[in-house]
């Protein structure tokens, strides 16, 4: 693959890392002041609280006693906070990231070929969690399968990166707290790797695994290495850890990629009337479009159908390694100095085979023959079409992820209650992705036919012709690649003073955050002999394994003509790409913000019992460029570039009280904000002069901001025990949300884009006098904007018990989340937030003895929606919410020897995908896929 350098358009001087840091004396000198009123607690993104610190002696051993240890961590912490802890170094309580946190209450995460990739936190969606790594904020991206994903180029934090085996210790942190950054209006996730001084002495633990999953039949290996050593009386220590898995995913099904009618897309009308069609049914064309001027004998034209029917095919291949080296010194009692270096690499081939009858753009020459209306005359579940050219849709991306971060730190006793710590750290995530689609179509058009009466998730479907005779169908193709490279750094510098009832603390933290974006485009192509409308046999071959899981309907289709991609790819002359300057998706973003804050934390009582008082102001300096281009329509590209600047006061407070033995009452306030979307801020335009259309980000976007109130009680009755409620409330300001504005004059700076256009110069063989002219008032801008507020309301209940009394060795784990929200949306929707279950929880339990043990959990959330503006003419888009069962055992040959089953996907439950019509009451599949169980067994040994 050959990449020519960064284009010009894109190159930005970036400012020398601490001359970000000018004024800094004066934000020091305006903290002193507030020092006055607010101060600092200890910081959980540099040093542990105290309490946690001693907590961490523990050697967590079980899974029991995993469950103890976060618990502990919890009631210690000032803020509203939950934590998972490994049973033991390098194993977490789950296999994926993503799936231990889905057993933190409020805790949902979204999946991908049947992986946990992203989280939402009390119904707010991945980009209002702020993830850092040891101490840092840590970009992340990846790409997605076609059928629920994409490269992501947002803030978003994909915890499939990781493998989980590198982790010790999660917290997610649900309030505010002055010493940690802001970011996170839902959450800040803080992820820990395993230090040597955490468990003094040597130890070598590895773990040896297969992997099978029942629907792909393979069996995968995993594997895990932990060394960790302490040397010198204790104060130099060394870990290494090395993780690596292997998983082979066929996921299969189907699709139709969402519903229109031809009306919604585009005016469209089919052949002929009405008149002319077998309808079983009465159609109510006004029930969908009641607003249209609505043809009497033209009604089918309103009627909502299947977009693309298709069989899907995903099959995925990956590859993740990860490492962690750990360095620690302590060469005096009041001086620590520490090394992190974390790196992991996630590999994928996806090959996707999809077939599938085209209606979308392409009602105007197919003739319905004889359709079936559901029982509201709104929509045809069944038909029969002549005039349909299907298609053979093969796709194969090629996935590289690269992350690494190195983190230095530095700890340091000044007097015995004066401590200073510092720290600096780089992270970098570069991310390549190839992506070549070939079609194959058919040249003429054929009948078709599909009905969802029996099944409203697999249409039945017939085709009128021999869809494996290559001689019916010409090439087509889609070749593109796309580059997303992320830098972050942050240095911070914490002072804290403590005394027998208070600490004060106060810091300074910068950050620098970097994204570039490249689309490139293929260069060097070439047609190869013999690939015309009459043979397209040296390129073709069959796929023969749909069908084996998810038992389509008797004369369902299950082998296909599909792209050989070990031929086409060199006979097309494939992998040279350009980077496209004018594309939307190639732009740069940098971020800088200088924060500081200050925090005092009081323990002391009330009414003679346990009282600890948390009160602090975080004031923070964003500065923000955006750079990038949009075509000129000649096949160059003009450049854009925009800055913003905005500062924040966040102030927060924490209470808790122990109002009886093990009975305490929790009480957190705070402000907080997440920046917008990484996306939405770009300067890039797409233009379609010939439609009047332009979709356009928008830099001078504000974050969002919210005001939060958390009340909660927790209840530690009894050993290893936990009974907790809380409510909690957020009041946001502005939410960011899409907006498409009709009959629109063009702004001053989007005006001279387009004029600079070739459609507008008579001079230029672009020249195209029948596009909407610059200054015309019949534009259509699509972008995006700070729209109304919103609320969010909800509540959590959690509970764990060890239930010894009645059976030794058995507990439970359970926890319930209810949240209720309500913004406006980009259309004038009022709704739910995106990626909000109303009703979500998880329930488990586990058995544990000295030899054995395992557990059963499920987890299960409501229907959520991903898209409250839905495509094609779609009120909206969702996902249906899951129900998952997994289940882990293990067995102890020896002290040191364990061997482990896992399985994953018990139910073998479905991953599905719908859109909901133009009124928004349908509920109509738009993707039904399986993955399949995996069966994980393997062995662990602890030296």
Request: charged share 20%; with cysteine; hydrophobic share 35%.
């Amino acid at each position: 693959m050959n990449t020519p350098g960064d284009s010009s358009v894109l190159s930005h001087r970036r400012k020398p890392l601490f001359s970000a840091i000018k004024g800094s004396c004066f934000v020091a000198a305006s903290l002193t002041v507030l020092g006055a009123q607010c101060a600092a607690a200890q910081d959980s993104e540099t040093q542990e609280p105290q309490s946690a610190t001693v907590l961490e002696e523990v050697v967590v051993t079980s899974y029991r006693r995993s469950l103890e240890a976060a618990r502990d961590l919890k009631r210690a912490m000032a803020q509203q906070s939950e934590s998972i802890v490994a049973e033991d170094i390098g194993k977490m309580p789950d296999l994926n990231l993503a799936e231990s946190l889905q057993r933190v209450p409020g805790v949902a995460i979204t999946r991908e070929g049947g992986e946990g990739r992203n989280i939402t936190v009390r119904g707010l969606g991945p980009g209002f969690t702020r993830t850092t790594l040891n101490g840092m904020e840590v970009p992340a991206s990846t790409g997605g399968l076609d059928s629920s994903g994409a490269t992501n180029r947002g803030r978003d934090f994909d915890f499939n990166i990781f493998g989980s085996e590198l982790f010790n210790r999660i917290t997610i942190n649900k309030s505010g707290v002055g010493h940690i950054e802001e970011g996170g209006l839902a959450s800040t996730v803080e992820l820990f790797t395993r230090k040597p001084f955490d468990q003094p002495g040597r130890s070598i633990n590895f773990s040896l695994q297969g992997s099978y999953n029942y629907d792909s039949g393979e069996t995968d290996p995993r594997g895990t290495f932990v060394y960790s050593d302490t040397f010198a009386d204790e104060t130099l220590g060394v870990l290494v850890a090395l993780t690596r898995s292997d998983r082979t995913v066929h996921q299969e099904g189907f699709g139709t990629v969402l519903w229109t009618s031809p009306y919604a897309n585009g005016n469209r009308s089919w052949v002929g009337t009405d008149a002319d069609v077998v309808i079983n049914g009465t159609p109510n064309a006004a029930g969908n479009h009641p607003d249209a001027d609505i043809d009497p004998n033209q009604q089918l034209d309103y009627m909502w159908h299947a977009r693309l029917p298709r069989m899907d095919s995903f099959n995925r291949e990956q590859e993740r390694t990860g490492y962690n080296i750990a360095l620690q010194w302590q060469p005096t009692d009041t001086m620590e100095l520490g090394l992190d270096i974390v790196g992991s690499s996630l590999e994928a081939d996806v090959t996707s085979y999809n077939y599938y009858g085209q209606f979308r753009n392409l009602q105007e020459t197919i003739t319905p023959q004889e359709i079936t209306l559901d029982s509201s005359g709104r929509r045809i579940i069944a038909g029969t079409f002549d005039g349909v050219k299907p298609r053979s849709e093969s796709r194969k991306q090629t996935h590289d992820t690269e992350f690494l971060q190195t983190v230095v730190n530095g700890s340091f006793d000044l007097t015995d209650a004066i401590t200073l710590t510092t720290m600096y750290g780089r992270a970098t995530s570069e991310h390549h992705e190839e992506q070549y689609r070939l079609n194959l179509t058919t040249i003429d058009g054929h009948p078709f036919t599909y009905s969802f009466a029996s099944d409203s998730n697999i249409a039945e479907m017939s085709y009128g012709f021999d869809i494996l005779d290559p001689s019916l169908y010409e090439w087509g193709n889609y070749i593109a690649l796309d580059k997303v490279d992320r830098t972050n750094e942050t240095f911070r510098l914490d002072l804290s003073v403590e005394d027998d009832a208070s600490t004060l603390r106060a810091g300074l933290v910068w950050n620098s955050r970097e994204v570039e974006s490249f689309k490139g485009v293929p260069v060097g192509l070439v047609t190869p002999a013999g690939v015309d409308a009459s043979n397209t046999r040296a390129f073709a071959g069959a796929i023969d394994s749909y069908g084996d899981i998810i038992d389509p309907p008797g004369g369902f289709p299950t082998n296909w003509l599909v792209a050989d991609f070990s031929t086409a790819i060199g006979q097309f002359n494939a992998g040279n790409f350009a980077i496209d300057p004018g594309n939307p998706e190639t732009y740069r973003i940098e971020e800088e913000t200088l924060g500081g804050y200050v925090e005092l934390e009081i323990e002391t009582s009330l009414l003679g019992r346990p009282f600890v008082a948390n009160a602090g102001l975080r004031v923070v300096t964003t500065d923000l460029s955006s750079i990038g281009a949009t075509s000129d329509g000649a096949g160059g590209f003009i450049a854009l570039q925009s800055d913003k600047s905005y500062t924040d006061y966040l102030p927060s407070v924490n209470f808790s009280w122990e109002l009886m033995d093990d009975f305490l009452l929790r009480l957190s306030m705070g402000r907080n904000l997440s920046r917008p979307g990484l996306g939405s801020l770009v300067t890039t335009a797409s233009v379609l002069p010939i439609a009047g259309e332009i979709n356009i980000g928008n830099p001078d976007l504000n974050p969002v901001r919210a005001n939060s109130i958390d009340f909660g009680a927790e209840w530690y009755f009894a050993e290893q025990s936990l009974l907790s409620l809380v409510f909690f409330h957020k009041d946001i300001d502005s939410f960011i949300t899409g907006s498409a504005e009709q009959n629109q004059v063009l702004p001053d700076n989007i005006r001279a884009v387009v004029a600079a256009r070739a459609e507008y110069d008579p001079a230029s063989p672009g020249y195209d006098p029948s596009v909407v002219a610059v200054d015309s008032s019949d534009w259509q801008i699509a972008s995006y904007v700070n729209g109304d507020g919103a609320e969010l309301d909800g509540f959590e209940i959690g509970y764990q018990h060890a239930l010894d009394q009645f059976i030794d060795g058995f507990g439970v784990i359970a926890n319930y989340t209810h949240v209720e929200s309500e913004a406006v949306f980009g259309n004038g929707v009022v709704g739910s937030l995106e990626g909000l279950s109303e009703n979500s929880y998880n329930a488990g339990v586990f058995y544990e003895q000295d030899n054995f043990g395992g557990r059963l959990v499920i987890n299960d959330r409501d229907d959520y929606v991903t898209a409250q503006v839905g495509g094609t003419g779609n009120a909206s888009e969702g996902t249906t919410g899951p129900t998952r069962m997994d289940m882990s055992a293990f067995y102890n040959l020896t002290q040191n020897i364990t061997l482990t089953l896992d399985v994953i996907n018990l139910t073998n439950e479905e991953e599905r995908l719908y859109s909901t019509g133009p009124q928004g009451d349908f509920n109509l599949v738009r993707e039904f896929t399986a993955t399949g169980r995996e069966l994980i067994f393997g062995l662990r040994a602890n030296f």
